[in-house]
């Protein structure tokens, strides 16, 4: 699986115990084989282990050599365990487990995921193994979303990823903002799991929208990105409007080759969200606080909001707006005009460059 999201291919990670239970306890096993091998083998044998608490769990492991050994335990208890096994033909085994919301001796229910080094805990995989494996998508990730994002501006085109988490209003606001700008020149590509929903709403502006559905991912990937441009970009496509995947986790760890990520967040939600989404707040370059008309009728602290969002990121950008009032519509708008004209500055820039080179030779 994708260790960022989950959502991914599952590749050669192995594979995974998952267990609900209480705390843990040890058992030592003795095995008297002459084979010494460590903790990463070839050939698959199998630990079973049946308790008088009513379950059974088993534990499988690879060896260089294939046999099997089955140990039965009576516990009058009802609790459950993790086993390190200890055998003297020199290997030993420890199985990391995934836990239920009790996953600690003492500890209060809560799901520890996410914990290790890679960000995300999977039983039977070692943290350095996720790190490699979540290290190596986003490596792929990059490389084709730098190469969108160079064909992009290779045309003029600025690309926004607008990100959020679902019911903020994303589409809401994007179909008032294509009427005002005018369909000339924009296009969207419309990530969902399912339907094309959005899509046929953004099309009744008179843009052309494509429907990107992820299924069971939970995000847009760059790669998704790259074959969905040649079939959305009309004659003089200058605005491109990637609508993500409503999600305030893992879209924030993909680049798609966008010009920048607007994190759209409305107060009919949470103002402590910044704080629970750090990422994504930190990889937007603006916020859009939406749905300020029904701030009165809400328990929603603006204020304390955008503190909030200038705490996780010092420079990202704060807009207020409605638009089913209008307010702060007129101020997005400038902001996509400074974020085009920026952009042309620098092909310019580029283009002058390479004339100076050219000039040298």
Known sequence: MCTVCGCAETGDQGHAHHHEHAHSHEHEHDHSHAHPHDHEHTH???????????????????????????????????????HSHYHDHAHSHSHAQVHGPAGRAGAE???????????????????????????????????????????????????????????????TLLVDTIRRLGAEGVAVIEGDQQTANDARRIRETGVPALQVNTGKGCHLDASMVERALPQVSPPGLGLLFIENVGNLVCPA????????????????????KPLKYPHMFAAASLMLLSKVDLAPHVDFDMDACEAYARRINPELEILRLSATSGEGMDAWLEWIDARREALRQRALARARQHLAMLEQR
């Open 44 to 82: 698959p044998h199998h630990h079973g282990h049946s308790h008088s608490h009513g379950h059974v769990h088993a534990h499988a492991h690879a060896h260089a050599h294939s046999h099997d050994h089955d140990h039965d335990h009576d516990h009058d208890h009802d609790h459950a365990h993790s």
């Open 109 to 171: 229910p809560s799901l520890d995921c996410g914990a290790g080094p890679a960000g995300v805990e999977v039983a039977g995989v070692s943290q350095r193994r996720l790190v490699e494996i979540e290290t190596n998508i986003l490596a792929r990730n990059d490389a084709i979303a730098e190469g969108n994002r160079q064909r992009l501006e290779a045309d003029g085109v600025l690309a926004l990823n607008l990100v959020s988490s679902p019911g903020s209003g994303k589409t």
């Open 253 to 272: 760890g993909f680049d798609l080759g966008e010009d920048a990520k607007v994190v759209i967040l409305s107060v009919t939600e949470g103002e402590d």
